[in-house]
């Protein structure tokens, strides 16, 4: 599905408040990274990986509501981002998509998570805030 497919199924919307919402979600991304850490260092490391997806959500939800939408979506969430935003996570789109799917099965399916998976997915998402902060800035 594409960012029309995501519009038309209404998994993406336009919502004129979304653009005062950028800010309390870097502060979100930036609480979760901090709790992916801290879980990290007490060898919580599934709670460290959904930790640290949640902080790259979040970011990514920044940058939606930049533009004045909203996601109902984590799928449609990445698609939206990779359309509206072409150049500024090109390289980094399949790592975004597999942590998503990652996460899926991390909540859902109950499967282990190494260290260092939560080490990858922590760097992966200090990397988007950081990204996304200058962006916004």
Do not use: W
């Not at 004129?16 to 260092?41: G, M, Q």
């Not at 150049?87 to 859902?108: G, K, N, P, S």
């Amino acid at each position: 599905m594409n960012l029309h497919g995501c519009i038309q199924e209404g998994y993406i919307k336009k919502d004129n408040s979304a653009p005062i919402r950028v800010e309390n979600s870097l502060k979100l991304a930036e609480k979760f990274l901090k709790a992916a850490v801290k879980n990290l260092e007490i060898k919580e490391n599934t709670m460290g990986e959904i930790a640290a997806y949640n902080s790259v959500f979040h970011s990514l939800r920044a940058l939606l509501f930049s533009r004045g939408y909203k996601e109902r979506s984590h799928y449609c969430l990445m698609v939206a981002v990779e359309e509206l935003f072409p150049e500024l996570l090109h390289d980094h789109i399949q790592a975004l998509h597999r942590v998503r799917m990652r996460r899926h099965q991390v909540q859902y399916d109950g499967i282990e998570v190494s260290e260092e998976e939560v080490r990858m997915v922590i760097n992966l998402a200090r990397e988007i805030l950081e990204k996304i902060r200058n962006f916004l800035r």
